[in-house]
């Protein structure tokens, strides 16, 4: 779906919620960029704002036109640009892939200007007990934790906040994420396509499988 849809009604969203708040002109860094499909949504949402990203991998060729993509191991290396760049972080589904997230957010503080935000998303501690999806929608979608043999461990909102302080980053909001869209129709795709990845999305997005914190760089 075509994020340009959203740009009235941001708050559907939890990420378009947060992407919507960045500075009218201001830079976004998203870690862990992948594929850059989320990225692709952030430009269709606002195409003002200047995108950079990084990934171990990634693809940049499918990136918005202009990306900035450098890439980078997040567990040991000093991302390449300079001090107080950003004017907001995402980090979606990362820190549950590394074994110290530490690192990365002394990082990502760093290139923070005083009074930006990051964005951090991860799966709900709880997944590690959800049922595999079985049948024929089997290895669709990640449903339990471990559905995934790169997640090292899941990372409480906690944990995620305490480390965030120890960088200079003040929790200023946490919760469930959800696209409440996705979440409305999980009801009818249970009966209606109840072997589909769109069926397993929409359920993850009514569970609350994924959860999240915003935090700030102070200000000196």
């Not at 990634?58 to 040991?76: C, I, K, L, V, W």
């Not at 290396?77 to 990362?94: K, N, R």
């Not at 760093?110 to 007990?129: A, N, Q």
Request: with cysteine; hydrophobic share 40%; charged share 25%.
């Amino acid at each position: 779906m075509n994020w340009k849809l959203w740009r009235g009604v941001p708050w559907i969203d939890t990420r378009s919620a947060f992407v919507s708040g960045v500075p009218a002109s201001g830079c976004l860094l998203d870690l862990g960029s992948s594929d850059g499909g989320t990225l692709t949504h952030f430009a269709e949402l606002r195409a003002d704002i200047s995108l950079a990203a990084a990934d171990i991998f990634g693809n940049p060729d499918a990136y918005p036109r202009g990306t900035d993509f450098q890439r980078a191991d997040f567990e040991s290396d000093e991302l390449p640009w300079q001090d107080s760049t950003f004017d907001a972080i995402t980090c979606m589904h990362v820190v549950e892939h590394l074994s110290n997230p530490r690192h990365l957010l002394r990082q990502s503080a760093r290139l923070l200007k005083p009074g930006g935000r990051m964005y951090i998303e991860t799966p709900h501690p709880e997944t590690v007990t959800m049922r595999t999806v079985t049948g024929k929608a089997a290895g669709c979608v990640t449903m339990n934790f471990h559905d995934d043999p790169t997640h090292v461990r899941p990372v409480p909102i906690a944990e995620l906040e305490r480390l965030a302080g120890e960088c200079g980053l003040a929790t200023v909001r946490s919760g469930t994420s959800r696209n409440l869209l996705f979440a409305a129709s999980y009801p009818v795709l249970r009966v209606v396509r109840p072997e589909t990845r769109k069926r397993y999305v929409a359920q993850q997005h009514w569970i609350g499988w994924s959860v999240f914190i915003i935090a700030e760089k102070r200000r000196r």
